[in-house]
């Protein structure tokens, strides 16, 4: 059963008393509670970013000396049925 109540940082310690709660949820109020209350007082400011995003060109790709040699079969002169 989910219920939708308001949970008050500032005293960790009521709500350890009135729910259930698993050592990870133990851990995190813990984590709270060191916490100074001022760090969730603070709202954070909204700002705009702009963004300019430019079409990258698109190399010349050219083939190394070994890739040209890669790219042409060897056939000896010498075998049948070559």
């Given at each position: 059963?989910s ?7 500032s ?40 963004l300019?995003i430019?079409k ?27």
């Open positions: 059963t219920t939708d109540e308001t949970i008050d940082l005293d960790p310690n009521s709500l350890l008393a009135t729910t259930r709660l698993s050592d990870t949820d133990v851990s995190l109020l813990s984590w709270l509670h060191a916490l100074p209350t001022e760090t969730f007082s603070c709202p954070f400011e909204q700002k705009s970013l702009t300019n430019d990258f060109q698109k190399p010349i790709l050219e083939a190394t000396w070994a890739e040209h040699v890669l790219s042409t079969p060897f056939k000896p002169q010498t075998m049948f049925p070559f």
